[in-house]
């Protein structure tokens, strides 16, 4: 996940490519452009401030989180999180990596105890994702037209597949953290037994991996933590569904209801999880059009512009911060560079 690896760059550029074709191939490029010059863009401001308000949000989630392995001013938790923002415009999102390791050039806190923070955090964002998903599908599976295709693939099994992944993974995180912060020895001595055919120092690895993400779970204990985490996680995703509708306004779309929202609201992370493109290029607008187009039913040219300027103003959002946080802290492209290739060799480390 190098930032310096070209071949994850053209292969993941490619993939962008292809999602962008897919996508708009039968898009006219004259409706398109009229679409995008009819855009009211004095939308893009409230847009901004939920998507700031958003940013704060999972920095005090964060906060919480990290306070259970050092107590951490929330000031200083604000720039590994916004310049890890950069990092996950690569492939493979090695911002959750960015941040994790310059959590710990700044604060001391271990680079595994990070990670399990991280980890919580998307354990969380999957749960409520499962919920939007099966909430969709029991209440409003009327909105899935079979008959649509996108790239050959009908959406609602597109969906439905996502569903069933993301539960499958969630099950699977749920029972490794648990056995982490309840059942930590038990899992110590299965993990032993693993690793007998390995060198002793293999197993040593092993045990100090566990041992420091179970520090990092810890919160999982303290229930009125467990609350706050719960709630904040709840609060950034009621941001983002509804930072959808200034952009609603903006481009004129027939139907403004919670519904859609929540259709877009699971359909755009669907399709950045299965194309992790650099900067989500591709993959975003495709999100946007199988959810407003395909499944919504709007005008094709109006969401393909809708598409690009919701992708586009989000992506410099992301930059600017990101940027600011990088200025403010003293940070080089240079540095951050280095920083990447000292991520990498705590991941190899471990």
């Not at 863009?41 to 999972?58: D, E, G, K």
């Not at 890890?84 to 941040?99: Q, T, V």
């Not at 007998?196 to 990092?216: D, I, N, R, Y």
């Not at 999880?273 to 607008?285: N, R």
């Amino acid at each position: 996940m190098s930032l310096t690896n070209p071949r994850q760059l053209i292969i993941g550029l490619s993939v962008a490519a292809l999602a962008i074709f897919f996508t708009f191939r039968n898009v006219p490029a004259d409706e398109l452009l009229e679409s995008l010059r009819k855009g009211d863009y004095v939308y893009l401001f409230p847009v901004a401030l939920i998507v700031l308000i958003s940013y704060t949000v999972r920095v005090y989630r964060w906060h919480v989180l990290v306070a259970h392995i050092k107590p951490v001013p929330v000031g200083q938790l604000f720039p590994p999180m916004m310049i890890g923002f950069l990092g996950n415009m690569l492939p493979m999102r090695a911002g959750e990596i960015f941040r994790a390791y310059l959590l710990k050039k700044k604060t001391n806190i271990p680079f595994t105890g990070s990670l399990a923070t991280i980890m919580i955090e998307r354990m969380f964002d999957i749960l409520i994702l499962n919920i939007l998903f099966t909430w969709i599908l029991v209440f409003h599976s009327d909105l899935f037209n079979s008959s649509t295709t996108w790239a050959g693939l009908v959406p609602s099994n597109i969906a439905f597949s996502f569903g069933c992944l993301s539960g499958g993974i969630l099950c699977l995180l749920l029972t490794i953290i648990y056995l982490m912060v309840y059942k930590t020895n038990l899992l110590l001595r299965a993990v032993e037994k693993i690793a007998t055919p390995f060198p002793v120092s293999w197993w040593e690895k092993c045990k100090h991996l566990l041992e420091m993400f179970a520090q990092g779970l810890a919160v999982i204990k303290n229930g009125k933590a467990l609350l706050k985490v719960s709630l904040y996680s709840l609060l950034d995703w009621i941001l983002i569904i509804f930072s959808a509708y200034p952009l609603y306004l903006a481009f004129d779309l027939n139907n403004k209801t919670i519904e859609s929202m929540l259709v877009l609201a699971v359909m755009v992370p669907i399709f950045m999880t299965l194309l992790p493109t650099p900067g989500f290029v591709g993959s975003v607008q495709a999100g946007i059009f199988v959810a407003l187009h395909k499944i919504m039913g709007e005008d094709a040219a109006v969401v393909a512009a809708y598409g690009m300027v919701s992708w586009a103003w989000g992506l410099t959002i992301q930059i600017l911060a990101g940027l600011y946080f990088l200025f403010r802290e003293h940070i080089s492209w240079r540095i951050l560079l280095k920083l990447e290739k000292g991520s990498e060799v705590d991941l190899r480390k471990l």
